[in-house]
């Protein structure tokens, strides 16, 4: 089992940014696709970003494209979520979540191991 650990979350005004990032356990990070996903109250886990291993494809959400910008660094084995421009709509528990086989899905199911979320909550 992987552990993936979320941090950066917080309140924010409309507007505003902040960054998120996950950290993993283990030494086999650089193998993995990594995405972010979100879950607002009563509503389903959407799909936000997917990176691939090597950060050659990069796969935005229609919602945060223009906005939000995923990177990682395997050396850290660490994944980061900048989001700019961020609106009330994009209030949510962010998680994120890692596929040992590299698929780049949108998909939650593809994913393997998931971090606890951090709450990101965007004022108006």
């Known amino acids: 089992q992987v552990q993936l650990v979320e941090s950066g979350g917080g309140l924010v005004q409309a507007g505003g940014s902040l960054r998120l990032s996950c950290t993993a356990s283990g030494r086999t990070f650089s193998s993995y696709s990594m995405a972010w996903f979100r879950q607002a109250p009563g509503k389903e886990r959407e799909f936000v970003v997917v990176?691939?291993?090597?950060?050659?494809?990069?796969d935005y959400a229609g919602a945060v494209k223009g906005r939000f910008t995923i990177s990682r660094d395997n050396a850290k084995s660490t994944v980061y979520l900048q989001m700019n421009s961020l609106q009330p709509e994009d209030t949510a528990v962010y998680y994120c979540a890692a596929d040992r086989q590299n698929r780049v899905s949108t998909r939650h199911a593809s994913y393997d191991y998931w971090g606890q979320g951090t709450q990101v909550t965007v004022s108006s």
């Open positions: 990176i691939s291993r090597t950060s050659s494809f990069i």
